[in-house]
């Protein structure tokens, strides 16, 4: 099963949406391996966002997921990576389309609501950078044969 990145961001904590955002993910059929909470600091948002260090929105966007701690999870499931993505919906909560996370929770770019990994070899890395191997847990849910057909796992 394919694992991924998700960041609920300072925006999700202060609105109060975490368990709103985590149920739909699990009412979905993903697999919650991993979930902490932490606070971000300027070393691991330089490595996370190295791509936007150039952007004039770089510092604005650290400051922003520094403001709070973060909840970070690590989902599983076939296709983690595209589900979690077609769930979170456009960048730009404006442009979402309802029904996905942003599309029903945001209306801003930046206060964005989530992270998500945007591809398997980014997820592995993103994984890698915000929790240990002993963080992440190997289990099977009860439901698995009920989300998935046999030939799917």
Do not use: W
Not at 20 to 25: H, K, L, S, V
């Amino acid at each position: 099963m394919e694992q991924t990145l998700v960041l609920l961001k300072p925006s999700a904590v202060q609105r109060g949406l975490v368990g709103e955002i985590i149920n739909r993910f699990e009412k979905r059929g993903l697999r919650l391996a991993g979930m902490k909470m932490m606070q971000l600091t300027d070393e691991i948002l330089d490595e996370h966002y190295a791509h936007l260090r150039e952007k004039p929105f770089f510092r604005t966007l650290k400051d922003s997921m520094m403001a709070t701690p973060v909840i970070a999870c690590c989902l599983e499931g076939v296709e983690a990576v595209q589900v979690v993505r077609a769930m979170t919906g456009s960048t730009n909560g404006r442009n979402a389309d309802p029904g996905t996370i942003r599309g029903d929770y945001c209306m801003s770019n930046q206060q964005n609501i989530v992270h998500t990994s945007d591809s398997p070899e980014n997820a592995a890395a993103e994984l890698s950078r915000f929790f240990k191997p002993e963080e992440i847990f190997q289990y099977e849910l009860a439901t698995l044969k009920f989300t998935y057909s046999v030939d799917e796992k």
